[in-house]
């Protein structure tokens, strides 16, 4: 055909299964009963994990109550991702325990040295959603959805090449897609990408982790990345 669509977006979902399934459910289960949250007005977004200073997006879950199975589970779908991205043979992929050991963290290539910069937790109950926005400069974001039923709102991304969108000849070419949630739903993405979760009309409150990955950069220490958002909060 003569017209090619191209500038693809790379969005990553994948699920959890089995005993690994179960296995993070129960870590991330325990690690929410330790967690206090942010309250908004009813009809205004949802509720956010607080860190231990009362802020939003002061923490990292993950790293805070060392969820190594999920981190585990994390660590091989970023790997997975950037594999299919072209950055590395993931036939190469060192283990879990090489990428947490300081003796070999230093001596694995460029893929391999992601942190998790943030992780958080949010709520949505009956009214809530998350509006749209985006996490500012972050190389990767994501989410991993501990409790859902599928109706309780699904997560809606949004295309990068807005000024195209709004044009009159272009107005037919699709401008989102959406995801339906399942319980066990891990989702990666740009953190550039605009997305929003749609609100809730059912009795069931939703339960999902988000956190954001960077990787370093030539002159920065892994833990020197600045991360910024536009002023909108994270989901």
């Not at 002061?58 to 299919?84: G, P, Q, T, W």
């Not at 959406?178 to 740009?190: H, S």
Request: hydrophobic share 30%; net charge negative.
């Amino acid at each position: 055909m003569p017209t090619n669509s191209v500038f693809p977006t790379p969005i990553y979902a994948e699920m959890a299964h089995n005993s690994e399934y179960e296995e993070i459910q129960s870590e991330l289960t325990e690690a929410l009963q330790s967690i206090d949250f942010h309250h908004p007005s009813l009809g205004d977004g949802h509720d956010l994990s607080l860190g231990e200073d009362g802020t939003l997006f002061s923490d990292n879950i993950l790293e805070k109550y060392k969820c190594h199975k999920f981190l585990a589970f994390l660590y091989k779908n970023v790997m997975r991702y950037v594999a299919d991205l072209g950055y590395f043979n993931y036939d190469n992929l060192a283990s879990y325990e090489e990428f947490m050991s300081d003796d070999y963290q230093d001596n694995l290539d460029f893929p391999h040295q992601y942190s998790v910069q943030q992780s958080w937790f949010t709520k949505t109950n009956y009214g809530q959603y998350a509006p749209m926005h985006y996490h500012g400069s972050v190389d990767i974001s994501g989410v991993y959805y501990l409790q859902t039923n599928g109706q309780d709102g699904n997560l809606t991304f949004y295309s990068p090449t807005k000024e195209l969108i709004s044009s009159f000849i272009y107005g037919l070419v699709d401008d989102k897609i959406i995801f339906p949630l399942e319980q066990g739903l891990l989702a990666l993405w740009p953190g550039v990408l605009y997305h929003t979760t749609a609100n809730n009309e059912t009795d069931h409150e939703r339960i999902s982790l988000s956190f954001n990955i960077q990787f370093p950069r030539k002159g920065f220490g892994r833990n020197k990345i600045r991360t910024s958002f536009n002023g909108v909060p994270p989901r």
